[in-house]
């Protein structure tokens, strides 16, 4: 039954591409409902609603095909804080089209999700996608920062100057291409500093992420809770050329060669934005 909902899912976005120069656009989600924070706690996390909705609704809006994977194929989870039409530029209606939207594309749903694992990407070839989309959310900090899977993909984008577009904390992945990715992280973690070799293949790339500021604003919501480190860090001992707003929540998007990056959940649009004029 999953298998029949998940195909007439697929096909349903296929038919809403329409045009014959549609391009087909990989969103990769986390796997984890929850981070790891120091000391033993957790907090309850996933997806960002308007970070994984606004750009879907775009692309599918402009004709294009959409399709959906996380590291082990599992249904992604909502991210229930971000339901909120503050992310939505205070209009609940907004809000509402785009929870609309999640339900009709069933992602959450365990049993008619339209999920693929990245396994499954690779077998049937990077080359039917044109671009990568990772959403932000606090979930990519557990497990998209160091899948080999995920790694992989990003690499070959990479070799193939193909278009990869992260949002907030999506560009954590990123980290996923390093050689020793797990490690790198788990130093990081450990002892707060961290070394990636000179020629990880985004050195000196310009990107942004959600700054430490924004963290350190946001942390309220870990209730107690602290995150073993801030992917901003992350990202600048990996070396990474790191660009930030001055000022907090408001959009920020970073091009690089291949890569768009958006500093936050008001990014959303705006990278979904340079995302479909590279789709041209």
Known sequence: MKTFHALAASLALILAAGSAHAGHVLVVLSDADQLELKHGKTFATGFYLNELMQPVKLLLDAG????????????PTLDRGSIDPMYFGGDAA?????????????????????????????????????????????????????SPALGRLLSDFHSK???????????????????QAHQFS?????????SAPPDWIYAGYQVTVISNQEET???????GGEMKFYPQTALEQAGARYRSNTQ????????????ITGQNPASAVDVAKELLQRLK
């Not at 100057?161 to 050689?179: D, E, Q, R, W």
């Not at 604003?217 to 209730?223: D, E, H, T």
């Open 64 to 75: 294009h095909q959409v399709s959906f994977a996380t590291p082990l194929g599992r249904a």
């Open 248 to 259: 907090p929540w408001s959009s920020n998007v970073v091009t690089d060669r291949e890569l």
């Open 94 to 146: 907004a809000l509402r089209t785009h929870q609309t939207l999640l339900e009709k594309l069933a992602l959450t749903s365990p049993e008619t999700s339209p999920v693929m694992s990245l396994a499954r990407v690779e077998q049937l070839g990077y080359d039917r996608f044109d671009a990568v989309y990772v959403p932000g959310g606090h979930a990519p900090m557990q497990d998209l920062l160091d």
């Open 186 to 194: 788990t130093r990081l973690a450990q002892t707060g500093k961290a």
């Open 161 to 179: 100057n193909k278009t990869t577009a992260l949002v907030c904390h999506g560009p954590i992945a990123l980290l996923s291409t390093l050689p």
């Open 217 to 223: 604003i946001a942390k309220p919501q870990l209730k």
